[in-house]
């Protein structure tokens, strides 16, 4: 498992980490340097912190400046992994008013990794992150729904960290989150999403107090709505999230239903419920309206006619389907198949080989090296009352993802708020922490936050998601100079079997009116339908297993000739 941690760090990380432990050692010896300074910044946060609607404002504006500032730097970016390619599909279709495209006639050409042609064209993926993707674009750019709602995942977070702890830790808390999740991560600087789950998370788990201390129907709307999020970005993680949460409260309730039944009734029960059931209406008629069933999800359809391979790590892989063209057959037949035997669960050992996966990804990511130190602080943060249920609802959500064979980052972005209100917490026991009388918790919980603020764009937590292939980064050059030539074009992909290459067919929600086409090039199948029926556009040819990928005018390989008897 640490070698797994390990093999994610890179020399310039293993420098800053030693420069931390350095510091780490010189603030047990000096916990009380620059005390002055620190203490000055210290008591202006607290101050600040008391305007508890300002601060969640302010977070999020904060974030929203910082990125944009560093757009010289780090430019808007260029999708490159097929879900990415997938989420936009979902945030054109909306952006144009539809829930799902028509399926398109030559939809064979147009079959693709993470979207369904029949019985309707459209993304594989809950609709949360499309709507985003979606305001993004009537905005301007796509982009500009993702640097919204990460900045919101970090306003959201204070608010929620500001309903379990007192309003200088929460606004620590909440600081943290922008500064680790909210600028440099793959969250704000991709189309994959994290922030919009996350905000999912932290409305359910920040509503939690509230309902219990205030019985606030607005608590419970909220709750509710955060469900709504959960269930329509990731449903699957929302549910291990939310079911303690829902039998905290049924046990709450059941201990009071003597003296307050009624008004727990009237002030959470029935807004919780209203606002699941419209979510809930939703959700079947966006199934409906994709799969024809109110009860079977876009993503289901995907995995039955597409892949082979389960989602669980207790169940058994299909046998290998045929496909025309050598990148799905690659994708589904070796990748997917390849990554389901590495970590599926069918022994000791293979149980321990997907922890090793799962555990050490987590605390890459949201933890390694700053955040991780305050939980030294874990024996007494585990007997900490306030907090036990953050740590039940971790373990259960753990347990629950450890049941699921796929594991990145984002799959735990419903978690988010939970993790940053417990290592908030720890900072606290840590801070509080005395040795021979000396008070070298002050020194190291400072050099946690100072490190936090120093190592925010140098740790690359993206890499952990691996790298595109070579070829993908041409596929953005090749659309922008199609899209400045004149005219419309149909551009065919022809995929080599021995060339390991990314995705390159990814369109336009409207297909036939798009500027231009991308479609494949099948194996023993003919091109002229297509090319007949986008009659009047330019054709061209890209081989993207052939580097530098070029644009070259298209002819059809010669039909095969029957070998003389």
Same mark, same amino acid.
């Given at each position: 498992?640490?070698?797994?941690?390990?093999?994610?760090?890179?020399?310039?990380?293993?420098?800053?980490?030693? @420069?931390?432990?350095? /510091?780490?050692?010189?603030? !047990?010896?000096?916990?009380?340097?620059?005390?002055?300074?620190?203490?000055?910044?210290?008591?202006?946060?607290? %101050?600040?912190?008391?305007?508890? $609607?300002?601060?969640?404002?302010?977070?999020?504006?904060?974030?929203?400046?910082?990125?944009?500032?560093?757009?010289?730097?780090?430019?808007? #970016?260029?999708?490159?992994?097929?879900?990415?390619?997938?989420?936009?599909?979902?945030?054109?279709?909306?952006?144009?008013?539809?829930?799902?495209?028509?399926?398109?006639?030559?939809?064979?050409?147009?079959? *693709?990794?993470?979207?369904?042609?029949?019985?309707?064209?459209?993304?594989?993926?809950?609709?949360?992150? $499309?709507?985003?993707?979606?305001? =993004?674009?009537?905005?301007?750019?796509? !982009?500009?729904?993702?640097?919204?709602? *990460?900045?919101?995942?970090?306003?959201?977070?204070?608010?929620?960290?500001?309903?379990?702890?007192?309003? +200088?830790?929460?606004?620590?808390?909440?600081?943290?989150?922008?500064?680790?999740?909210?600028?440099?991560?793959?969250?704000?600087?991709?189309? !994959?999403? =994290?922030?919009?789950?996350?905000?999912?998370?932290?409305?359910?788990?920040?509503?939690?107090?509230?309902?219990?201390?205030?019985?606030?129907?607005?608590?419970?709307?909220?709750?509710?709505?955060?469900?709504? @999020?959960?269930?329509?970005?990731?449903?699957?993680?929302?549910?291990?999230? /939310?079911?303690?949460?829902?039998?905290?409260?049924?046990?709450?309730?059941?201990?009071?239903?003597? *003296?307050?039944?009624?008004?727990? %009734?009237?002030?959470?029960?029935?807004?919780? /419920?209203?606002?699941?059931?419209?979510?809930?209406?939703?959700?079947?008629?966006?199934?409906?309206?994709?799969?024809?069933?109110?009860?079977?999800?876009?993503?289901?359809?995907?995995?039955?006619?597409?892949?082979?391979?389960?989602?669980?790590?207790?169940?058994?892989?299909?046998?290998?389907?045929?496909?025309?063209?050598?990148?799905?057959?690659?994708?589904?037949?070796?990748?997917?198949?390849?990554?389901?035997?590495?970590?599926?669960?069918?022994?000791?050992?293979?149980?321990?080989?997907?922890?090793?996966?799962?555990?050490?990804?987590?605390?890459?990511?949201?933890?390694?090296?700053?955040?991780?130190?305050?939980?030294?602080?874990?024996?007494?943060?585990?007997?900490?009352?306030?907090?036990?249920?953050?740590?039940?609802?971790? =373990?259960?959500?753990?347990?629950?993802?450890?049941?699921?064979?796929?594991?990145?980052?984002?799959?735990?972005?419903?978690?988010?708020?939970?993790?940053?209100? %417990?290592?908030?917490?720890?900072?606290?026991?840590?801070?509080?922490?005395?040795?021979?009388?000396?008070?070298?918790?002050?020194?190291?919980?400072?050099?946690?936050?100072?490190?936090?603020?120093?190592?925010?764009? @140098?740790?690359?937590?993206?890499? @952990?998601?691996?790298?595109?292939?070579?070829?993908?980064?041409?596929?953005?050059?090749?659309?922008?100079?199609?899209?400045?030539?004149?005219?419309?074009?149909?551009?065919?992909?022809?995929?080599?079997?021995?060339?390991? *290459?990314?995705? !390159?067919?990814?369109?336009?929600?409207?297909? $036939?009116?798009?500027?231009?086409?991308?479609?494949?090039?099948?194996? $023993?199948?003919?091109?002229?339908?297509?090319?007949?029926?986008?009659?009047?556009?330019?054709?061209?040819?890209?081989?993207?297993?052939?580097?530098?990928?070029?644009?070259? #005018?298209?002819?059809?390989?010669?039909?095969?000739?029957?070998?003389? +008897?």
């Amino acid at each position: 498992m640490l070698y797994t941690l390990l093999s994610y760090i890179t020399y310039k990380e293993i420098v800053a980490d030693l @420069i931390l432990l350095a /510091c780490l050692v010189f603030a !047990w010896r000096m916990p009380l340097f620059a005390n002055r300074l620190f203490s000055v910044m210290e008591r202006l946060g607290t %101050l600040l912190s008391h305007r508890k $609607g300002l601060t969640v404002g302010m977070i999020g504006m904060v974030g929203i400046v910082i990125r944009l500032s560093l757009l010289r730097w780090l430019s808007i #970016p260029i999708p490159e992994i097929h879900d990415e390619f997938s989420y936009l599909l979902a945030g054109d279709t909306f952006a144009h008013g539809h829930l799902v495209n028509p399926p398109h006639p030559m939809s064979i050409f147009f079959e *693709t990794i993470h979207v369904n042609q029949l019985p309707t064209y459209m993304s594989k993926y809950p609709p949360a992150q $499309g709507a985003v993707l979606a305001l =993004g674009q009537l905005l301007g750019n796509p !982009w500009i729904g993702v640097l919204l709602s *990460t900045a919101g995942m970090s306003a959201v977070a204070l608010w929620m960290l500001q309903g379990w702890m007192p309003p +200088q830790w929460a606004l620590l808390g909440g600081t943290l989150v922008m500064l680790r999740l909210g600028i440099f991560t793959y969250w704000m600087n991709s189309y !994959w999403g =994290g922030a919009v789950p996350a905000i999912g998370g932290a409305l359910v788990v920040g509503a939690l107090p509230r309902i219990l201390h205030r019985h606030r129907a607005r608590d419970a709307i909220i709750m509710g709505l955060g469900a709504s @999020i959960l269930a329509s970005s990731r449903p699957l993680e929302g549910l291990f999230l /939310c079911v303690p949460v829902m039998v905290l409260l049924i046990m709450w309730a059941f201990r009071r239903r003597k *003296t307050c039944l009624r008004p727990i %009734l009237l002030r959470f029960f029935l807004p919780f /419920c209203a606002v699941a059931l419209l979510a809930g209406i939703f959700l079947g008629y966006y199934n409906w309206r994709g799969t024809g069933n109110p009860f079977l999800f876009p993503y289901v359809l995907n995995q039955r006619t597409y892949s082979t391979t389960p989602a669980f790590v207790w169940q058994n892989a299909g046998q290998p389907r045929h496909y025309l063209d050598p990148q799905l057959e690659d994708y589904y037949n070796r990748w997917n198949r390849d990554y389901w035997e590495y970590y599926r669960v069918n022994s000791f050992g293979s149980a321990m080989r997907h922890l090793a996966l799962l555990i050490p990804r987590f605390v890459y990511f949201f933890l390694w090296p700053e955040l991780f130190v305050p939980f030294l602080s874990l024996p007494w943060l585990l007997r900490d009352r306030r907090i036990r249920f953050l740590f039940a609802q971790t =373990g259960f959500y753990f347990l629950g993802t450890y049941s699921v064979l796929w594991f990145l980052p984002h799959y735990a972005a419903p978690l988010m708020a939970t993790v940053f209100a %417990l290592l908030t917490q720890a900072i606290r026991h840590l801070r509080r922490w005395r040795y021979n009388g000396r008070p070298v918790g002050i020194g190291l919980s400072r050099v946690v936050v100072l490190f936090a603020v120093l190592l925010a764009p @140098i740790h690359e937590r993206a890499a @952990i998601l691996g790298h595109p292939p070579p070829d993908i980064e041409y596929r953005a050059a090749v659309s922008a100079k199609l899209n400045d030539l004149p005219g419309e074009h149909l551009v065919i992909v022809r995929y080599s079997s021995e060339v390991e *290459t990314g995705e !390159w067919v990814y369109n336009a929600a409207d297909i $036939g009116h798009a500027k231009v086409v991308w479609a494949r090039e099948l194996t $023993g199948v003919s091109s002229a339908p297509l090319l007949n029926y986008f009659k009047g556009r330019k054709v061209w040819l890209v081989e993207p297993g052939v580097l530098p990928v070029e644009l070259e #005018p298209y002819s059809p390989p010669p039909a095969p000739t029957a070998e003389k +008897q």
